[in-house]
């Protein structure tokens, strides 16, 4: 009898999957449709990480074979840096635009009917964009610097962790900007919001400047925030610069408690958001 309950329940989970499922292709046939757009990020963030690279190699042109400040060696800087500027591309899911003008078109509305959960939906739509930038623009992008400046070489262990850490922080980024979307039931235009977004998760994720550079309460402070699981967290383990399993472990538990919390976050965020709906007649 348990056996039936429990292929009752891993069917109707298959189902609620099936329902998502148009929403990833369809994501995918948008993407397809605007190849040109990949094109353009591939230039622009070439572009940011040549100016970041460049400037930050000038800095440790004379650091010791030991490592300059931070502790890190020229490659390494540019190793982080560099592998910065790919998280950052992965991170762009255009979700927090999205959810934005849904919500200021008034087609959030439509998805209440349905037999899904918006959240969700946007999550399967993002999935493609994800994966289309990591292939189309990060690969790429990393590709060529590897031919032009000198990188560190990660060992296997440390890729695993790095992987796992990406996933984790694939996530957060989702979370981060289905919150910031969500904003589009308070104010009637969220571009404002999403800039300060942008420059507020770029400096304490570490993307402009490791925390490892910053002064001490600046560092702290980054490090209390979700937005260091979303790249220097990952960094930290592809490079090595944590102590141990317990190091590594710390990093990703931080991640994963952070996913947990902004998604709880999210749902209540979500319940409220539908209650002002049902007010305002939606």
């Excluded at 190849?35 to 990480?49: D, H, Y």
């Excluded at 404002?192 to 402070?221: E, I, N, T």
């Amino acid at each position: 009898m348990s056996g039936t309950t429990a292929r009752g329940h891993d069917g109707r989970r298959s189902a609620r999957a099936r329902h998502y499922l148009p929403f990833a292709t369809g994501g995918l046939q948008s993407l397809l449709q605007y190849r040109s757009v990949f094109l353009t990020t591939g230039i622009t963030a070439a572009a940011g990480a040549a100016v970041t690279v460049f400037l930050w190699r000038a800095v440790y042109a004379g650091a010791p074979p030991g490592g300059g400040p931070g502790g890190f060696t020229t490659e390494g800087i540019t190793t982080y840096l560099l592998m910065a500027q790919v998280l950052q591309i992965l991170h762009a899911n255009r979700v927090d635009d999205e959810v934005a003008a849904d919500v200021y078109r008034g087609d959030v509305a439509v998805m209440l009917v349905r037999p899904v959960s918006y959240p969700v939906v946007r999550f399967f739509s993002c999935l493609p964009v994800v994966a289309a930038n990591a292939v189309l623009v990060g690969l790429p992008v990393l590709g060529l610097f590897a031919l032009v400046v000198p990188l560190t070489v990660p060992r296997p262990g440390d890729v695993l962790l790095f992987l796992a850490a990406t996933a984790l922080s694939v996530l957060l980024a989702f979370l981060v900007n289905l919150l910031t979307g969500m904003l589009g039931f308070v104010t009637t235009n969220t571009w404002g919001v999403r800039m300060v977004k942008q420059s507020v998760v770029a400096f304490f994720a570490g993307q402009l400047v490791p925390l490892d550079l910053m002064p001490a309460p600046l560092a702290a402070l980054a490090s209390a925030l979700p937005f260091r699981g979303m790249v220097d967290g990952p960094l930290t383990l592809l490079l090595g610069r944590y102590d141990g399993a317990a190091g590594a472990a710390d990093v990703l538990a931080r991640q994963t408690g952070w996913v947990a919390g902004l998604t709880l976050l999210s749902a209540v965020l979500w319940r409220a958001s539908l209650s002002r709906l049902e007010v305002l007649g939606g």
